[in-house]
């Protein structure tokens, strides 16, 4: 006898479908590799304003399922500025990679193991991205000011 009741593993590909029938009609490329790179790195306006920084780190990377991952950066900047990194305001550093022209706050969660949440620092850096079809695809890294020692 088989199983019934709700199954949504397999309306992933319909909305996945959906969502590309829309982008391509509204004649714009789908980049589902941005898609995941906004999920992962965008966050503006920035969520939970409020908190201190390591909260918001703890409840960011719950809100966005990477709970657990070693760290990850969010960018605290409109998307349509950090799209433009890969195309007016950033400089080629390599096959897909551009650094960004101008800095950006990013706030940087690092996971500690030890007390099961995540340590926040929040700094204004140059970025490194990886783009595919003129959008971001992978955050890379922040780049040092110039002139500032790293121990």
């Not at 950066?73 to 990194?85: D, G, K, L, Q, R």
């Not at 305001?89 to 690092?110: A, H, L, M, Q």
Request: with cysteine; charged share 15%; net charge positive.
């Amino acid at each position: 006898m088989a199983l019934h009741g709700p199954r949504p593993a397999s309306l992933l590909p319909l909305l996945l479908l959906l969502a590309a029938g829309l982008a391509l009609s509204a004649g714009q490329n789908w980049n589902p590799l941005n898609d995941l790179f906004r999920k992962r790195h965008v966050d503006n306006p920035r969520s939970f304003d409020s908190a201190t920084i390591n909260d918001y780190c703890t409840k960011m990377m719950w809100r966005r399922a990477l709970y657990g991952r070693h760290t990850n950066t969010f960018i605290n900047a409109p998307p349509a500025v950090i799209n433009n990194v890969c195309s007016t305001d950033g400089k080629v550093k390599g096959p897909y990679r551009y650094e960004s022209n101008n800095s950006f706050d990013i706030t940087v969660c690092i996971y500690n193991h030890f007390t099961l949440s995540y340590t926040g620092l929040r700094t204004n850096q140059k970025i490194v991205l990886s783009c595919w079809k003129g959008l971001p695809a992978l955050y890379i890294k922040h780049m040092q000011p110039e002139g500032m020692m790293v121990p």
